[in-house]
Nanobody
Framework: QVQLVESGGGLVHPGGSLRLSCAAS????????MGWFRRVPGAEREFVAA???????RYSDSVKGRFTITKLNAQDTVYLQMNSLKLEDTAVYYC????????????????WGQGTQVTVSS
């Protein structure tokens, strides 16, 4: 059974930083990419950042230059370093994984984590 265990969410002031972690286990196939989406109440879940097993990264325009995604392949673990956080970054952040390029091109997510709350508030 595939599990994605997230950690690192919390409350932070505008301009502050948080680091999210996600560890995958139980995957029956090699993981092509892992990444993060987020959702605010009443809105669609939106892509944030992702990284392939070879280190190729992609970011949404809204977080580019502020967020950095990194990985530890041996442990199927990804990290999302979030700096210069803004009020509009408040959301539930979901870790995900994909098994093909469709993950980047079409959002073909294989599995989702449970989500971790990030709140940016003054």
């Amino acid at each position: 059974q595939v599990q994605l265990v997230e950690s690192g969410g919390g409350l932070v002031h505008p301009g502050g930083s948080l680091r999210l972690s996600c560890a995958a286990s139980g995957s029956p196939y090699p993981i092509y990419a892992m990444g993060w989406f987020r959702r605010v109440p009443g809105a669609e879940r939106e892509f944030v950042a992702a990284i392939t097993s070879r280190g190729f990264t992609r970011y949404s325009d809204s977080v580019k230059g502020r967020f950095t995604i990194t990985k530890l392949n041996a442990q199927d673990t990804v990290y999302l370093q979030m700096n210069s956080l803004k009020l509009e970054d408040t959301a539930v952040y979901y870790c995900s994984l994909g098994y093909s390029g469709g993950y980047f091109d079409h959002g073909d997510v294989g599995f989702w984590g449970q989500g971790t709350q990030v709140t940016v508030s003054s």
